[in-house]
């Protein structure tokens, strides 16, 4: 079975949408840089893709780490 370009680009459009919704800013460069940092390809986009989700999932940790537990309203 074989998967047409076009659909795996607006399979790609998706998730970047959804990243760029939903993940801390900056994570995902902007379409043009990627062509510039990773290349034009599908794979390239692919690439960006995972290495956001790398970095949403380091800074997310990184803010569980970097807060104290709340105190204990227990008497």
Known sequence: MKIE?????AALT?????IEE???PGVLPSEEMVNGLYGPGLMDEA??????ILS???????RSIDKPPAPSIKS
């Open 47 to 52: 690439e960006a893709i995972a290495a956001a």
């Open 56 to 62: 949403t999932i380091d800074k997310l940790q990184l």
């Open 5 to 9: 370009a076009a659909e795996c680009r």
């Open 14 to 18: 998706l998730i970047r949408r959804t």
């Open 22 to 24: 939903h993940c801390p």
